[in-house]
């Protein structure tokens, strides 16, 4: 049944304890998740699930994955038992071929790039989650036409969000000082990515990012950049396109966000 279409969202995710701490950016999840229609399932691509070739989470229970350490006892208890979709990583499937895609019915489930964000969102845990693994081996043009591909999905209720930072390098952080200033080179490549958002050149200039300089020293791996091009793929041309989070904290992480849609 199509319905109106759903916004698509890239959220930056930061740590993993943002599923548990209070700050101007779990509000702000919290508030979209009051404020959005309600989805009736949920695409994510998030950067935590990097792999060689394609795959989907096919299972009707996915399992909560800890996939980090160091963390307070705390963050390892939370759970986020959102029921899965067969059926839409079947039709995932379906719309990616002839790519070949791995129907996953065991091996990954939810992690923490998903639930920390869905569990601010989402705390009820009613909607179905399917996640959509980023593979390693393409260049960024081609994550950008997955989205584009994909884009059908949110004419059905679906939600297509991507989870990632748009500036992620652990390396240089300040993990004692959340308020250091951003590094000049950090708070270039943000305000590039904002400023060609809505960029209808081609290619995008977006999926060229991370050869400038800036782009190269803000995301030393690309896996936390890759998630932005799947939800700017699922874009018109013409939907209005905001950011209800923009900051850098630590002096290297970008916490912008990006909605697709309203």
């Known amino acids: 049944m199509l319905t109106d279409k759903m ?3 890239f959220i930056g995710h930061g740590s993993p304890m ?3 701490s209070d700050n101007r950016y779990t509000k702000a999840w919290e508030a979209l998740g009051q404020t959005l229609p309600k989805p009736q399932a949920i695409l994510m691509v998030s950067a935590h699930w990097y792999t060689r070739g ?3 989470t ?3 229970q996915p399992k909560t994955i800890h996939d980090f350490g160091g963390f307070p006892d705390a963050l390892y208890q ?3 038992p959102a029921p899965g979709s067969p059926e839409l990583a079947q039709q995932v499937a379906e719309l ?3 790519l070949d895609i791995y129907l996953d019915n065991r091996e990954w489930g939810l992690d923490h790039g998903t639930w920390e ?3 601010r969102m989402y705390p009820q845990a009613d909607i179905p989650v399917v996640q959509l693994s980023i593979d390693g081996t393409k260049p960024a043009a081609w994550h950008l036409e997955m989205g584009r591909r994909l884009a059908i999905l949110r004419q059905q209720g679906v939600m297509i969000m991507g989870s990632g930072n748009v500036v992620h390098n652990l390396r240089e952080m300040n993990w004692q000082n959340a308020e250091a200033a951003a590094y000049p080179w950090a708070r270039s490549f943000e305000q590039f990515v904002i400023e060609h958002l809505r960029s209808g050149e081609q290619p995008h200039p977006l999926t060229q990012a991370l050869e400038r300089e800036d782009g190269q020293r803000s995301n030393p791996s690309p896996e936390h950049f890759l998630p932005l091009l799947y939800v700017l793929g699922s874009w018109d041309g013409s939907e209005v396109i905001s950011t209800p989070t923009e900051g850098i904290v630590s002096g290297s992480l970008s916490m912008l966000s990006v909605q697709v849609g309203e």
């Open 7 to 9: 916004p698509a969202l």
């Open 18 to 20: 943002n599923a548990l």
């Open 54 to 56: 394609t795959a989907v």
């Open 58 to 60: 096919a299972m009707s």
């Open 78 to 80: 939370v759970q986020y």
């Open 96 to 98: 990616l071929a002839p």
């Open 117 to 119: 964000i869905l569990v």
